[in-house]
């Protein structure tokens, strides 16, 4: 579904890359926790998979036409003059033939499952931060993207909205789904996931499936506490 192959990536004036010699390759019915410190590099590889930069060096292929892909960066991107529904409607549009009716209740749906029902005909700018998050989310995932990029999606939401949210992305993957996600909700996060990618300055230092990730840090049940080991057994002299 998706491989980057040996993708650096240095952006201009800078010195340190943001990505270095990094290769994956993910399949359907993943769900994969991206995890790092802030620059790491999470952005930049989701930038990269959702066609939107281009790498230094190396080669990303994916095989999930551009109008599957649901993508939902860390700042927000809506539009402002739009209804709630109407957002929710651009990202429909691009991913599925539905007729007037089905559109409609597909969007119902959606505002149901975000806790958006009550702003649904309110304009995108009239709404709070946690409310454009959860309309940028919809966005994101209506008509059932095979492919869904999610960078924090969960920043501002509250602790029912994010469950309902990875309890329908932890859903779509068992219908052969993809999701690449970064959260802070590292612990809550951990019971959803099937796979971890850790960066670290732009490096990978783990891929392993979310079980043996937490095993092999530790045994906890908090992926960022898994990150801190490996980021401590790494360092000089450690």
């Known amino acids: 579904m998706l491989e980057i192959e040996q993708v650096g990536k240095t952006y201009p004036k800078t010195l340190a890359p943001a990505l270095d010699d990094v290769s994956l390759t993910f399949g359907p019915g993943e769900v994969v ?4 410190h802030n620059g790491a590099g999470k952005s930049t590889l989701f930038d990269m998979a959702a066609n939107l930069t281009r790498p230094t060096s190396g080669r990303v292929h994916c095989s999930v036409p551009p109008h599957r892909v649901g993508w939902c960066p860390q700042r927000t991107v809506v539009d402002w003059s739009l209804t709630v529904r109407q957002n ?3 990202g429909l549009e691009l991913r599925t033939g ?3 009716r089905a559109t409609r209740e597909h969007i119902d749906g959606l505002c149901d499952l975000m806790g ?3 702003y649904i005909d309110r304009e995108a700018e009239t709404l709070s931060g946690g409310e454009l998050r959860r309309t940028q989310i919809a966005r994101a995932i209506a008509g059932d993207p095979d492919l869904m990029i999610l960078d924090e999606p969960t920043t501002g939401l509250d ?3 994010i469950t309902r949210i990875f309890t329908h992305i932890r859903e779509r993957a068992r219908q052969g789904a993809t999701a690449l996600i970064s ?6 996060f951990a019971a959803y996931c099937t796979r971890v990618v850790a960066l670290h300055q732009g490096r990978l230092i783990a891929d392993q499936s979310a079980e043996d990730f937490l095993a092999s840090t530790g045994g906890g049940d908090d992926l960022w506490e898994g990150y801190r080991v490996l980021v401590t057994s790494a360092a000089p002299g450690a």
């Open 33 to 36: 926790a991206v995890i790092g």
């Open 88 to 90: 929710i409607a651009l």
């Open 98 to 100: 539905l007729g007037r």
């Open 116 to 118: 958006l029902t009550d």
């Open 159 to 161: 602790p029912d909205a």
């Open 183 to 188: 959260t802070h909700e590292t612990s809550r």
